[in-house]
């Protein structure tokens, strides 16, 4: 049974007021009153535990997917700078041994 906020307020009696309960994956909503008499049935609850579980294991994929992305990225950054700075080291070592030739030329 689809039920829409304004009809959830209408669904309930005596004043009693109802509880929602709603899967984002399949958008359908299910009211159920807080009397002790309609208590949910196990396969209902079975039903929901595995709509919840179902969602967090797509929250855990999407979740993992942008931590390997991240990871990648970093890990490419890394990469970029280690380059920048093989350059330099190579760049200084050459001038070193650029100034260590004139230092000597001049000595002798």
Known sequence: ??????????????GMSGYQMSSPASGLSQVMDSSPDSLPSPQLLAEEASRKRELRLMKNR?????????????????????????KQNKTLIEELKALKDIYCCKNE
């Open 1 to 14: 049974m689809a039920v829409t906020g304004d009809e959830t307020e209408s669904a309930t009696t005596g």
């Open 62 to 86: 999407e979740a993992a997917r942008e931590c390997r992305r991240k990871k990648k990225e970093y890990v490419k950054c890394l990469e970029n700078r280690v380059a920048v700075l093989e």
